[in-house]
């Protein structure tokens, strides 16, 4: 492929049709249907181990990957998350599930938001999570309150706002004291009394995340050392050593061709390193935990959406069988991709086009100006990098299924998830 930072590793050209995993794309869309998601498990499998490696040769303490699953999550995922070593974030009962379905360690498994429910609360302590990250005060009294009877002690991670913005769209920039999550700085001390004054609670760490598609790990080692001096002046106050800390994820990834990826190694190596010597400033030993939850990062590549191409409106549109309803990125935020035809790759570009979604929303544009082959209706149209945040924010807009996801290995493709059907869709309605 012509730029492999945009397509999963095993994506070849074979007599102009792409092909991913060893499966032929094109066949994928007889067989299947479109819209169709296809992960590349050698890419996924990949990407969490070049994580756990950069982050274990970086750091001389102990060291855990979480997967911040809402990017993209189903059993298989979770699955092989597990398999490769990694923890899991989940932000919703069902998450916790999928995490419990696929066998997760419940010490390898954290639960984020900040609106969790009371029911959500219960559930996470039920399965006895490696920790709750608190978000606001008002978790603390819910929790302190539900734990009170219990004969453990839940660890909880209180996050902060650290005021510390990184350079991305304001929708996935999440660091700012007036952001949605975290604690202000200025309410910490009252957090950490509220948690102190809870038998059920045990305050182990601090979190922060600041943000989602960053590039300049410096930014994100800024967040680190506001939560180090932050750790610092609780175990001063209050004589409780955080053991703790997590500065979230947030790693972008290119979606075209003129963005350079992300150096893996340099964020490894500048939060570790960032981390080591706000330690050594404040006089923290022994060095904390450092946990690290990457989403888009780890499934991104691994994914690429499969569309047929119904119709034309020549000079200006193709419209294409999904959009908005399985990728929502563009319409919110005008996100970019790169996509080619699967059926005829090796065809030149013709003048570039826009590619519409089929939902009722003008706003439903999934590419502007792409440079494809000239298209008719039948051709396939493969969008890179759609692994994250894309399906785990599908809706059915206009009443439509939720497509089906395969995973492809090696020459075989599974059906990881099935496509949704007409009669889900009614299932929830009742008659008058
Ligand atoms: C608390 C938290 N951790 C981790 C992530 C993952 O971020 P990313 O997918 O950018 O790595 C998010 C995403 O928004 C998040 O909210």
């Known amino acids: 492929m012509n730029n492999p ?13 792409l092909w991913i995993g060893g499966c032929d794309t094109t066949a994928l869309a007889e067989e299947y249907g479109t819209p169709l ?15 756990r490696k950069a982050f274990a040769a970086a750091y001389p303490a102990e060291c855990r990957i979480h997967y911040a699953s809402k990017a993209f999550l189903n059993t298989a995922v979770a699955q092989i998350a597990a398999q490769e070593s990694l923890g899991l974030d989940v932000v919703s009962a069902a998450e916790l599930l999928t995490a419990q379905r696929a066998g997760l360690a419940a010490e390898h498994v954290h639960v984020h938001g900040n609106a969790k429910t009371a029911d959500e609360l219960l559930r996470a302590l039920e399965y006895g999570v490696g920790a709750i990250v608190i978000d606001n005060r008002d978790e603390i ?10 004969s453990t002690v839940q660890a909880v991670l209180l996050r902060i706002a650290p005021n510390v913005t990184g350079d991305t769209h304001a929708h996935i920039s999440t660091g700012a004291t007036d952001a949605k999550f975290g604690l202000p700085l200025d309410t910490l001390d009252a957090a950490v009394e ?8 045990r305050l182990i760490g601090l979190h922060a995340h600041i943000g989602s598609q960053l590039f300049e790990p410096e930014d994100l080692a800024e967040a ?5 001096a932050q750790a610092a002046r609780i175990r001063a106050r209050y004589g409780v050593v955080i053991g703790e800390i997590s500065p979230g994820g947030g790693l972008g990834v290119p979606y075209t061709a003129d963005t350079p990826p992300a150096d893996l190694g340099r964020y490894a190596r500048t939060l570790a390193a960032t981390l080591v010597e706000q330690c050594r400033v404040h006089g923290l030993t022994p060095l904390p935990r450092l946990t690290i939850e990457p989403g888009r990062s780890i499934v991104a590549r691994a994914g690429v959406a499969l569309y047929r191409v119904v119709a034309r409106k020549p000079g200006y549109y193709l419209h294409i069988d999904g959009g908005m309803a399985d990728n929502i990125r563009p319409a919110l935020y ?9 059926n005829r790759a090796a065809d030149p570009a013709g003048p570039p086009i826009h590619v519409a979604g089929r939902y009722c929303e003008s706003g439903d544009v999934l590419l502007r100006d792409a440079p494809l082959g000239h298209a008719e209706p039948g051709d396939l149209l493969a969008v890179a990098t759609s692994g994250a945040y894309t399906l785990s924010m599908a809706s059915n807009y206009n009443l439509t299924p939720r497509p089906a996801v395969l995973l492809l290995t090696n020459g075989v493709a599974r059906l990881i998830q099935r496509r949704e059907t007409e009669a889900d869709l009614l299932a929830r309605d009742l008659w008058l």
Do not use: H
């Open 37 to 51: 998601y296809l992960f590349d498990e050698t890419t996924l499998r990949a990407t969490m181990r070049a994580y």
């Open 334 to 342: 005008g996100a970019r991709y790169t996509a080619l035809l699967a």
């Open 141 to 150: 009294a819910r929790l302190a309150a539900l734990t009170a009877s219990r």
């Open 224 to 228: 680190v050392a506001v939560l180090v």
């Open 5 to 17: 930072f945009l397509w999963p590793d095993t994506t070849t050209l074979q007599a102009g049709r």
């Open 194 to 201: 509220q948690v102190l004054a809870a038998p059920g609670l």
